[in-house]
């Protein structure tokens, strides 16, 4: 059996300590940063020996939005744009806007596959308003859901035809946020009806989508108490109820200032809320340790959301790259 988180690393090789752990504590993944990317044949060993440690088909993630979050960078990757770019291009033209995000996102998902990477956390489907914090910013597709919704959709499918699972962010909504929350706890206090209309939107437009990442984000008009990632109204009434997802449910970082406790306990409190795996991305052995303690193994409905999410991983299809490669050159030029 899997255990309900998904782990970290600290380095560019997996240490005897780290495969020991991964062996015995058996995680549904494990993410990347770039502390653990030099180049491609590197990657590609850190990747197999952390699989193959596990002992599983586990998911392997990192986060390669394009602009500000990237971890797999140039020479040895391609430059890839922020969401912004696409924006830009579907105020001009929409459909082709959205062909041209797809085209790229298809273009990541072979760099991702041919590194031991199945599982990238984006599209970024958060709606920034006037005064909100930067953390978001270029990140996001626009402030209009049914732009951020298509563009979302886009590159989504994108991610999917390459065999790579796509984690959509920061369900329900982290646009509105005054505060980083790797910072601090940002409050939002925005009526629950002006959320339904416009934040929570374009997430529910996209709950078919197979796995969604929680924010760290204090919802005054649903749960002034706690963030959305450890709140069970706002899982129950919000995430699975008004917006509708039902795909796989990981938190964000346990590691982030927007939650408070142990990392033990913050592990609790989000299988506790209602997400189906716990993130903790620190690469401290203890960290991973104390998560492993506490989360459950994975079953019922859970095990079943895995399991479709999954089912991506077989689902690549061949592509034009030199299609691909002008779609993305085309973003690039839009945004310089």
Not at 272 to 299: F, I, K, N, R, Y
Request: aromatic fraction near 4%; hydrophobic fraction near 50%; proline fraction near 5%.
């Amino acid at each position: 059996m899997l255990a309900a988180f998904i782990t970290s690393l600290s380095g560019l090789e997996l240490t005897p300590a780290e495969a020991a752990h991964l062996r015995a504590a058996r995680p549904c993944g494990v993410i990347l940063f770039a502390r653990n990317v030099r180049d491609p044949d590197q990657t590609l060993r850190l990747t197999d020996a952390a699989r193959e440690a596990v002992g599983d088909d586990v998911l392997v993630l990192i986060d390669q939005e394009g602009g500000r979050v990237r971890r797999l960078k140039p020479p040895h990757w391609r430059e890839l744009p922020p969401a912004a770019a696409y924006g830009r291009l579907y105020a001009g033209d929409a459909s082709e806007a959205c062909r041209t995000a797809g085209l790229a996102a298809r273009l990541t998902a072979a760099e991702l596959r041919a590194v031991g990477i199945n599982t990238n956390c984006a599209p970024v489907l958060d709606l920034p308003v006037a005064g909100s914090h930067a953390v978001i910013g270029d990140r996001a597709y626009g402030a209009d859901p049914q732009q951020v919704c298509a563009l979302g959709r886009a590159v989504a499918e994108g991610y999917m035809a390459g065999g790579v699972l796509p984690v959509i962010k920061h369900i329900p909504g982290h646009g509105r946020a005054t505060k980083d929350s790797h910072l601090d706890v940002p409050l939002i206090s925005a009526a629950r009806a002006d959320l339904d209309a416009t934040d929570f939107a374009a997430f529910r437009r996209l709950a078919h989508l197979p796995a969604a990442m929680t924010a760290h984000v204090v919802f005054e008009a649903i749960d002034r108490d706690r963030p959305a990632s450890v709140s069970p109204r706002v899982t129950a009434e919000v995430i699975r109820g008004a917006i509708g997802f039902n795909g796989l449910l990981m938190s964000d970082d346990l590691g982030m200032k927007a939650l408070s406790g142990s990392v033990g306990e913050r592990a609790e409190a989000v299988i506790a809320a209602g997400s189906d795996l716990a993130l903790v991305c620190s690469g401290a052995l203890a960290d991973a340790e104390a998560v492993a303690a506490v989360v459950p193994q994975l079953g019922g409905a859970a095990l079943g959301r895995f399991e479709r999410a999954r089912a991506v991983f077989a689902q690549q299809r061949g592509f034009d790259v030199a299609q691909a490669e002008a779609a993305l050159e085309l973003a690039l030029r839009t945004y310089a």
